[in-house]
């Protein structure tokens, strides 16, 4: 009896349930490279579901990085559950890797696509949810147009750059350190070409490393415009005046391309999507921070656009 009964305690401890507040938490393995939390209303029989997709590195479900934690987007999650929606947020393939200590180096712009592909099928296949929207965050909204195309129901672009990546870092470049920019436009041309270069000054070591060159030439080989040009879906684009690290001028460029888009920008929101009332230094400190909450009318927004 006491074996049985064992047996029992150890199946409820692996589907990880938890209740809280008006929705239920379970921890959900779409297969041995996605890892991912699933929040489900527990009034809707059917609810819409939202997937959210993290930005670039090695970020984690909850919108984290190894010495960065502000939980960004399990509060997000949270915050849209509440509001009847159920969520899905999930690892990227390079975060159970690190963990693993078993970085696959070949990685591509294309594998992270390619989850995100299989993320949505899995969900479409159990056929449980009314709509199926993606939701990216800043990379994660690039990776997350494609996917989206012709296998969801509606699309958000959080903090999303409006320009090829190419474009984007050569802008960056030319803003905080126009030394370089010549290098940088020179190894960009290198790198449409297919080839890789050692050929690069050591200050942007850390944009062009060798291993790195393959990722960004693919991830470059992708235009934002014209990804976000092919969807036939509702789409809400929604940045932040606050932003360090995307625009507003990137949100307007996809404005243009997808002018039937649905197109917010909050006041004061930041790239982690928290309002920010100080200077710069405020903004870079509040990427690890936990207590923070996030801009209110961020939820709203996204509650509204889905119902």
Do not use: C
């Amino acid at each position: 009896m006491k074996t049985n009964f064992l047996i029992i305690l150890i199946f409820i401890g692996s589907l990880s349930f938890a209740q809280n507040k008006n929705y239920t938490t379970q921890e959900l393995a779409i297969n041995k490279l996605i890892d991912g939390t699933l929040l489900s209303p527990n009034a809707i029989e059917k609810p819409n579901l939202v997937i959210i997709i993290a930005g670039s590195g090695p970020t984690d479900r909850n919108g984290n990085q190894n010495f960065l934690k502000n939980n960004s987007l399990k509060k997000l999650t949270e915050g849209l559950s509440t509001n009847n929606i159920a969520t899905y947020r999930y690892d990227k393939r390079i975060v159970k890797q690190i963990r693993n200590r078993n970085v696959n180096k070949d990685i591509m712009f294309d594998d992270f696509i390619f989850d995100a592909k299989t993320v949505i099928t899995y969900f479409k296949d159990l056929k449980k949810y009314n709509k199926i929207y993606i939701a990216g965050h800043s990379q994660g909204s690039l990776v997350g147009m494609v996917a989206a195309k012709g296998n969801a129901d509606g699309f958000i672009s959080l903090a999303g750059a409006g320009q090829s990546i190419d474009n984007v870092i050569i802008e960056q470049v030319e803003n905080t350190a126009p030394l370089f920019l010549e290098d940088t436009k020179r190894i960009f041309k290198i790198l449409k070409t297919g080839k890789t270069t050692k050929n690069f000054p050591p200050a942007l070591a850390s944009i062009f490393n060798i291993d790195t060159q393959p990722f960004i030439t693919n991830w470059m080989s992708y235009n934002p415009q014209v990804e976000i040009k092919e969807l036939n879906m509702p789409i809400l684009i929604i940045n932040g005046t606050k932003d360090l690290q995307v625009s507003e001028a990137e949100a307007n460029l996809l404005k243009e391309a997808a002018p039937k888009a649905e197109f917010k920008i909050i006041n004061k929101m930041n790239h982690i999507l928290v309002p920010i009332e100080g200077d710069s230094l405020e903004n870079s400190k509040s990427y690890n921070e936990t207590d923070r909450k996030l801009a209110p009318e961020l939820i709203e927004a996204i509650v509204a656009f889905i119902k």
